[in-house]
């Protein structure tokens, strides 16, 4: 790209996660110049990938669904003819998260049939329960035709929208283990039980059964893939651009500005960071202060706490699945009773496998929410690749001590873990907010409540009339609801059914 050609796109897009980089690669193919700003060193957001004494770990996306051929993530990217760079590997088929709950264990299988057989070991007398789950669940998605890569009508999503998980599991269910035992992997959506819609906890339950995935290489792998989509097509994806400013003029975006002050020009600006900041950079007389004022008020999901331990050789055996720790029976625990020491009940692990030592866990990574409240102290601070400066003392200790706490509780359901620490490295809710630039290191944005849709979801188009919108707060998070709000975004461009068809096609 030649000196200033930047400058003259067909559409800019602000961020560089995956919402912007999947719009920017669909509207490359369709033969639109993109151009995408990203503040960091690195691109992806939460698809970043990090080396630690020479371990790569995942910032955020340690698995992915429904990428089996024909399903949903495997049309769109055999479509944008990225799916061999992945370097894409199965989960266990039998056991892809092993729930360990209260001192009990049980196993989520992948397949419909294989996740009933499963769970009726432990729950015998529940199997047509476990059915009615499944049905449940299948109609839910159904309701949601992009899910399934299929045009439909778009009202028909409002026919399932209403319900809450607890309420739907409920009507379902009145063994309360099995409840509890369904919703261990509540980190996935970070909601509340009572508040929680039951299609967002359906769509991400039902892609994990379908078919549940590890990136082998990385899931910066994802992102770098879909970079050279757009740069084959002549766009480009700009780093260390923080975008700081966007500005309208008769009823249009005119440019897009960043820290160093240059402006960036195209006909559509596509973004992807979150709402709240992107209104306020916002100049524009068209959004009313009482939108401005709705985003603002409207609560995001809680941040998290990531350990990172790099193990000795041969230590710590490796198993393709995740592990999900309850303490207590109740799994909801930590959503209901806010802490004022960081005391997790609930922990999450995600093992990488020893390519020296097959068998053998190289490292894990022990995951946790948190309240950004918990580093109040060093709350002022800034910290990235880009900004390397100290948070300052105590930090680390600080990390060092409530890594320790979970460490401790680990070691019980993975004998041997304290022993086997070559070394640690921690992402505080601090890390998450420098680096992705959520409010207070939000885990997925939004927190989606079934009882407020209307402000807990947005439309991909917004007043003005250039301006678009993606990402996980739009519609939602994780990787498959990034990538269909993306087509969505993308469709307010070339038209849903174009794109659609042309996905389908490909396959
Ligand atoms: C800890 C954690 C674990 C997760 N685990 C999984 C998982 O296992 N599976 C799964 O499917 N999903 C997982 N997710 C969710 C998933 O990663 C996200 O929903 C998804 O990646 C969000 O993509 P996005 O494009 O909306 O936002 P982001 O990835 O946050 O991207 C936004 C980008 O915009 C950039 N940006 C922000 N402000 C500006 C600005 N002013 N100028 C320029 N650039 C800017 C940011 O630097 C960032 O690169 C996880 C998320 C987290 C945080």
């Known amino acids: 790209m030649k000196q200033g050609e930047e400058n003259q796109s067909d559409v800019i897009c602000i961020g560089g996660g995956l919402g912007s980089l999947v719009a920017a690669a669909l509207l490359a193919k369709e033969g639109l110049r993109v151009i995408v700003l990203e503040k960091n060193k690195q691109i992806g957001g939460a698809l970043q990938s990090f080396g630690f004494m020479k371990q790569r770990f995942e910032t955020a996306v340690h698995y992915i669904g429904s990428l089996a051929p024909g399903q949903t993530l495997h049309q769109l990217y055999h479509y944008l003819g990225i799916l061999d760079q992945l370097s894409l590997k199965k989960m266990d088929e039998s056991c892809f998260d092993r729930l360990v709950i209260a001192g009990e264990t049980y196993r989520m299988a992948q ?3 294989a996740f009933i057989d499963e769970l009726c070991l432990s729950f015998p007398d529940e199997r047509q ?14 309701h949601f035709p992009l899910y399934n890569m299929r045009l439909g009508d778009g009202g028909s999503k409002m026919k399932v929208s209403y319900d ?3 309420q739907k599991l409920d009507e379902i269910t009145n063994n309360e283990k099995l409840k509890q035992v369904l919703t261990a992997t509540n980190m996935l959506y970070a909601g509340d039980y009572e508040d929680t819609p039951f299609y967002l906890y359906a769509l991400i339950t039902n892609s994990y059964i379908e ?6 290489e990385g899931s910066a792998r ?3 893939a879909l970079q050279e989509v ?6 480009g994806v700009l780093r260390n651009q923080e975008v700081v400013r966007i500005k309208e003029e008769n009823g249009m975006i005119h440019f897009a500005e960043t820290k160093t002050g240059e402006q960036f020009r195209a006909k559509h600006f596509i973004s992807g960071i979150h709402p709240q900041y992107t209104y306020a950079m916002l100049e524009s007389q068209m959004v009313r202060p009482v939108t401005r004022r709705r985003i603002e008020a409207t609560p995001n999901t809680i941040s998290s706490f990531m350990v990172n331990l790099v193990l000795m050789p041969e230590t710590i055996p490796y198993t393709n699945q995740n592990l999900y720790y309850h303490e207590r029976e109740d799994v909801w625990y930590d959503y209901k009773n806010p802490q004022s020491e960081f005391d997790p009940s609930s922990i999450a692990a995600f093992f990488y496998e020893d390519k020296m030592n097959p068998g053998y866990a190289s490292a894990v990574s022990l995951l946790s929410v948190m309240d950004i409240s918990h580093m109040g102290k060093w709350a002022s601070t800034l910290r990235t690749t880009s900004y390397p400066q100290s948070r300052g003392e105590g930090y680390q200790e600080e990390k060092e001590l409530l890594a320790g706490r979970m460490i401790d509780k680990m070691d019980s359901v993975i004998p041997g873990l304290k022993d086997s620490i070559r070394g640690m490295d921690c992402c505080s809710p601090l890390s998450y907010r420098d680096y992705l ?12 409540n079934v009882n407020d849709q209307a402000n807990t979801t947005y439309a991909t188009h917004t007043k003005i009339p250039n301006l678009f919108l993606t990402g996980q707060n739009i519609n939602m998070h994780g990787i498959l609801g990034v990538s269909i709000t993306a087509i969505l975004t993308a469709a307010e461009l070339c038209g849903l059914e174009n794109l659609v068809n042309k996905i389908r096609a490909a396959s």
């Open 437 to 448: 630039n959520t409010p207070d290191g939000s885990l997925y944005g939004f927190r989606k």
């Open 211 to 216: 078919s549940s995935w590890k990136f082998g």
């Open 164 to 166: 809450g998980l607890r």
């Open 129 to 142: 329960n476990l059915e009615r789950f499944i049905d449940e669940i299948k109609y839910v998605c159904e």
């Open 222 to 224: 994802l992102a770098k």
């Open 111 to 113: 397949g419909y049939k």
């Open 230 to 235: 757009i740069e084959h097509a002549g766009g």
